[in-house]
């Protein structure tokens, strides 16, 4: 064992989000800024933006780490960039009155398609379909769940062709 690998949780987390140099074995060398360190087998996680605000991603294992350098802090914009590189893609903000007309208009197309749903919840944020199956916002088919795996694909089907028409 290493001594990287002998650091604990709470010492590889002040890695996180910072630009770090990672000397490996074999004389290998590895820069980027660091995502995350696994805890268990202490791999070190690094992006490296390109051009195009394409990504690229590295992961040093664990037991090839033999010097970490940190060579610059993140600021708060670089943690932004880091912490969106993984954030799907529905995930962009919705102002609440955008959430509140697709929520209308996916219950309205659903109605028509004679399919029963009801909105839930305190705010009545949340559909309900045939009361198996819930939409949470922004009412895509990834925030569909239900126990009823067929009734799930399905509508997650349903709205997603739903979704390709509205384009």
Request: net charge negative; hydrophobic share 35%.
């Amino acid at each position: 064992m290493n001594d990287w690998q002998r650091k604990s949780p709470l010492d590889w987390e002040t890695y996180v989000n910072k630009m770090v140099k990672v000397a490996a074995i074999e004389k290998h060398e590895y820069e980027g800024w660091v995502l995350t360190v696994d805890p268990v087998s202490a791999s070190v996680v690094l992006a490296t933006f390109l051009e195009n605000e394409k990504v690229s991603i590295s992961v040093v294992m664990g037991h090839a780490v033999q010097e970490v350098e940190v060579l610059k802090e993140g600021d708060d914009e670089m943690k932004q960039r880091l912490s969106a590189i993984f954030a799907p893609e529905e995930n962009k903000a919705y102002s609440p009155e955008e959430l509140e007309k697709r929520k209308n208009d996916l219950k309205t197309w659903l109605e028509t398609n004679h399919i029963p749903v009801t909105e839930q919840g305190d705010l009545g944020r949340t559909l309900c379909v045939a009361g198996a199956l819930t939409i949470d916002p922004p009412y895509g088919p990834d925030e569909c769940s239900s126990s009823n795996e067929i009734i799930l694909s399905r509508v997650q089907g349903l709205i997603q062709g739903y979704l390709e028409k509205q384009q």
